[in-house]
Protein backbone atom coordinates (compact mmCIF):
# COMPACT_ATOMS: atom_id res chain seq x y z
CA UNK A 1 0.00 0.00 0.00
CA UNK A 2 2.94 2.44 0.71
CA UNK A 3 4.84 1.74 -2.54
CA UNK A 4 1.46 2.34 -4.48
CA UNK A 5 0.75 5.87 -2.34
CA UNK A 6 4.73 6.53 -3.07
CA UNK A 7 4.31 5.99 -6.45
CA UNK A 8 0.94 7.43 -7.38
CA UNK A 9 2.52 10.65 -5.31
CA UNK A 10 5.81 10.70 -7.27
CA UNK A 11 3.58 10.50 -10.59
CA UNK A 12 1.55 13.79 -9.54
CA UNK A 13 3.93 15.28 -8.09
CA UNK A 14 6.04 15.15 -11.49
CA UNK A 15 3.40 16.15 -13.60
CA UNK A 16 3.34 19.12 -11.63
CA UNK A 17 6.79 20.43 -11.97
CA UNK A 18 6.00 19.44 -15.44
CA UNK A 19 3.77 22.10 -16.14
CA UNK A 20 5.28 24.55 -13.70
CA UNK A 21 7.97 24.22 -16.28
CA UNK A 22 6.03 24.48 -18.75
CA UNK A 23 4.97 27.90 -17.93
CA UNK A 24 8.45 28.95 -17.00
CA UNK A 25 9.38 28.73 -20.38
CA UNK A 26 6.37 29.96 -21.82
CA UNK A 27 5.07 32.34 -19.62
CA UNK A 28 4.42 35.59 -21.91
CA UNK A 29 4.95 37.91 -18.94
CA UNK A 30 7.38 38.24 -15.78
CA UNK A 31 4.19 37.77 -12.97
CA UNK A 32 3.34 34.90 -15.27
CA UNK A 33 7.15 33.29 -14.71
CA UNK A 34 7.00 34.22 -11.11
CA UNK A 35 4.22 32.61 -10.27
CA UNK A 36 5.35 29.19 -12.16
CA UNK A 37 9.03 29.41 -9.89
CA UNK A 38 7.24 29.55 -6.60
CA UNK A 39 4.31 27.22 -7.92
CA UNK A 40 7.75 24.95 -9.12
CA UNK A 41 9.43 25.61 -5.56
CA UNK A 42 6.38 24.73 -3.72
CA UNK A 43 6.32 21.36 -5.55
CA UNK A 44 9.71 20.75 -4.28
CA UNK A 45 9.22 21.56 -0.72
CA UNK A 46 6.00 18.65 -1.57
CA UNK A 47 8.43 16.52 -2.52
CA UNK A 48 10.85 16.91 0.06
CA UNK A 49 8.04 16.48 3.00
CA UNK A 50 6.34 13.88 0.83
CA UNK A 51 9.48 10.98 0.98
CA UNK A 52 10.14 12.62 4.72
CA UNK A 53 6.71 10.98 5.37
CA UNK A 54 7.15 8.00 3.34
CA UNK A 55 10.54 7.19 5.31
CA UNK A 56 9.27 8.68 8.27
CA UNK A 57 12.93 10.65 9.09
CA UNK A 58 12.77 14.82 10.32
CA UNK A 59 16.22 15.33 9.00
CA UNK A 60 15.05 17.19 5.85
CA UNK A 61 13.28 19.77 8.29
CA UNK A 62 15.89 22.22 8.14
CA UNK A 63 15.91 21.86 4.07
CA UNK A 64 12.28 22.23 4.26
CA UNK A 65 12.23 25.62 6.05
CA UNK A 66 14.98 26.98 3.72
CA UNK A 67 13.38 26.59 0.67
CA UNK A 68 9.84 27.97 2.09
CA UNK A 69 11.68 30.62 3.45
CA UNK A 70 13.82 31.09 -0.61
CA UNK A 71 9.87 31.16 -1.51
CA UNK A 72 8.85 33.29 0.40
CA UNK A 73 11.95 35.70 0.19
CA UNK A 74 12.28 35.52 -3.31
CA UNK A 75 8.24 35.95 -4.44
CA UNK A 76 8.08 38.88 -2.60
CA UNK A 77 10.96 40.27 -4.02
CA UNK A 78 10.09 39.70 -7.46
CA UNK A 79 6.95 41.35 -6.80
CA UNK A 80 8.36 44.70 -5.29
CA UNK A 81 10.28 44.72 -8.15
CA UNK A 82 7.31 44.04 -11.01
CA UNK A 83 5.04 46.40 -9.01
CA UNK A 84 7.98 49.12 -8.52
CA UNK A 85 7.14 52.25 -10.63
CA UNK A 86 9.11 53.76 -12.83
CA UNK A 87 10.50 57.02 -11.98
Known amino acids: MTTFLAVVLTALLSVTALLALLRLYRGPSLVDRVIAADMLLATMVGAVG????????ATTLPVLVVLSLLGF????SL?????????
Open 50 to 57: AEAAVNRH
Open 73 to 76: VGSV
Open 79 to 87: VRFAVREPS
